[in-house]
């Protein structure tokens, strides 16, 4: 158990619809990162946060957004969703956004999106 | 630029046997090369990460080795046990404060008891 924590774990919508991931890091990490993981491309960075601010952004669509909250939790709100946004998105967290080293990222459990 | 390039995309060896992951990069940025394993349903976890001061790290079965000149790196298990059937996930990162992980493609490996 990497102590990150995501909710749902499955979640079934239709195309067009807007859905919201939910995200708890380990306790005392201050970055969280946004994956997601589908057949045909692999593991993509999608979003950085770290103590709630945005620090960094990847293969994000527009379409897509996040947040990180003052309890750390972040979420990542997909919108007018397509079929291909089907995939396995995963959360990580950090204990820190630093100059010097890079941190080990613990990833949670991840919640399977399907959009019919 | 910011590929790793990963293989082979699947692997099958025996019990007992050594299991050889192979990643190679193009940005000479990245100082941070971490091996992640996947079992089906469950997040990517960490397995062992090296930087490029050293050429080699072991931890238990599992060894990194890293070739800076040639901008490769590799993913040893030894003695492969069939619990160690899983995907793997080499993967780089800059040393800049945005540490994003960027992913190989992933080797499927299945260790046949």
């Known amino acids: 158990d990497s102590g990150v924590t995501q909710t749902p774990k499955h979640l079934i919508t239709a195309t067009g619809q807007r859905v919201t991931l939910r995200c708890s890091p380990r306790s005392g990490d201050l970055s969280v990162y946004w994956y997601q993981q589908s057949l045909d491309q692999g593991l993509q960075f999608l979003i950085q946060?770290?103590?709630?601010?945005?620090?960094a952004k990847g293969n994000i669509l527009e379409r897509f957004s996040a947040q990180q909250f003052p309890d750390l939790h972040s979420e990542l709100n997909l919108s007018s969703l397509e079929l291909g946004d089907s995939a396995l998105y995963f959360c990580a967290s950090s204990a820190r956004q630093t100059g010097r080293s890079a941190d080990t990222q613990y990833f949670g459990p991840g919640t399977r999106l399907t959009v019919l | 630029q910011q590929q790793v390039k990963q293989s082979p995309q699947s692997l099958i060896v025996q019990k007992g046997g050594i299991s050889i992951i192979n990643c190679a990069y193009e940005?000479?940025?990245?100082?941070?090369f971490p091996w992640y394993q996947q079992f089906p349903g469950k997040g990517p976890a960490l397995l062992i990460a090296i930087r490029p001061d050293v050429s080699e790290k072991k931890e238990g079965r599992f060894t990194i080795s890293f070739n800076k000149s040639a901008k490769q790196f590799s993913l040893h298990i030894m003695d492969s046990q069939p619990g160690d059937s899983a995907t793997y996930f080499c993967?780089?990162?800059?040393?800049?404060?945005?540490?994003?992980?960027?992913f190989g493609t992933g080797t499927r490996l299945l260790v046949s008891p």
């Open positions: 946060y770290y103590n709630g601010e945005e620090r």
């Open positions: 940005n000479t940025a990245f100082d941070y």
């Open positions: 993967a780089a990162s800059m040393n800049t404060g945005f540490q994003k992980l960027v």
